[in-house]
């Protein structure tokens, strides 16, 4: 069981890793973040297509490497 959670674990991070490498940014330095960030914590800028997508298996990728993190640690 422990084995099944490291390698889960390690195919979970590069999923991470690479879905964050390949997503575009969302803001523009410092002026970006406080000038949109209303409109996207409102949602007027929805992602669309490939940029969904890689929102999504980063969301997914984040939340199986941390279940499998804590489930790692209660069983060692």
């Known amino acids: 069981m422990k084995t ?8 979970a991070s590069f999923a991470l890793i690479i879905s ?4 575009p940014a969302k803001t523009a330095g410092m ?3 406080i000038d949109g960030g ?7 800028k929805k ?3 490939i ?3 890689l929102e999504k298996i ?5 939340i199986i ?5 804590f489930i790692y640690s209660l069983l060692g």
Do not use: D, N, P
């Open 31 to 33: 002026g970006g973040s």
């Open 65 to 69: 490497f941390m279940l499998s993190a």
């Open 58 to 62: 980063t969301t997914g990728s984040a």
């Open 38 to 44: 209303a409109e996207s914590l409102f949602g007027k």
């Open 20 to 23: 964050i490498l390949l997503s």
């Open 4 to 11: 099944f959670m490291v390698v889960l674990m390690i195919i």
């Open 47 to 49: 992602a669309r297509g």
């Open 51 to 53: 940029y969904a997508l």
